[in-house]
């Protein structure tokens, strides 16, 4: 597939189809992942790949299973959700953030190893790790779509985190960028419309 074709291919995935996938597969997505620039030329980057169910459920505990209608229009008001766009996207992704990891194939946890404190930086440069292994995620979608599987990821909130370490027992020293859900597409899988943005309204030739 063409680069600019899987680029436009690549959606979130939030519904998936009830169906294996092999590890030679996940291997070459986790690959690319592996490709993608980095900071400090180490790619000291690992991956938890969660074929076990029982594992996955167990993970997911900590994450919320739904969530009422006036919950939910109570999120948009307090996060200022005021777009009719992006609301559609919040409106269909937070309800299914539990589901859409059970449902998927595997769930790969990638860490990093967290070498700044990353929650108080004292530069940009503090923060170079978690950008390099988002430059990672992002490989990996591609790849993954490249191959017809879609992804979805979820930023672990709460004690999220601390769980997924308690449950994997990963060490001290590594940080969950997020929980990614790997699998084919369902037929009917909802994607958001993107916003429509023009380019030449966002280039600023030589200067804002
Ligand atoms: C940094 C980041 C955090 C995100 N967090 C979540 C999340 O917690 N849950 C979720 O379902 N999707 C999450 N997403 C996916 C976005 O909702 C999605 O990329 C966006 O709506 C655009 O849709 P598209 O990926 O189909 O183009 C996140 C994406 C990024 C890049």
Redesign the pocket.
């Known amino acids: 597939m063409e680069i600019f074709d899987v680029i436009e291919r690549?959606?979130?995935i939030?519904d998936f189809e009830n169906e294996k996938i092999n590890d030679e597969s996940i291997k070459k997505i986790i690959d690319a992942g592996l490709k993608a620039p980095t900071n400090d030329h180490m790619r000291d980057w690992h991956f938890i790949v969660i074929k076990d169910k029982s594992i996955v459920m167990k993970l997911l505990d900590s994450i919320p299973n739904g969530i009422s209608e006036e919950d939910m229009n109570a999120l948009i008001k307090d996060w200022n959700l005021n777009d009719t766009e992006q609301q559609s996207?919040y409106r269909d992704?937070v309800p299914?953030?539990h589901r859409?990891l059970a449902d998927a194939s595997v769930v790969v946890i990638p860490l990093l190893k967290q070498k700044t404190d990353i929650l108080h930086p004292e530069s940009l440069s503090h923060l170079n790790g978690l950008a390099s292994i988002?430059c990672c995620i992002e490989n990996m979608f591609l790849a993954a779509t490249a191959l017809d599987y879609g992804c979805?990821?979820?930023?672990p909130l709460g004690n999220e985190a601390e769980w997924s370490k308690e449950v994997l027992e990963y060490p001290e020293d590594y940080l969950m960028p997020?929980f990614i859900g790997i699998g084919r597409p369902k037929k009917d899988a909802v994607?958001?419309k993107?916003k429509d943005i023009d380019v030449n309204d966002r280039i600023h030739w030589n200067g804002w």
């Open positions: 690549r959606r979130t939030r996207c992704a299914k953030q859409m988002w979805t990821l979820r930023i997020c994607t958001i993107q």
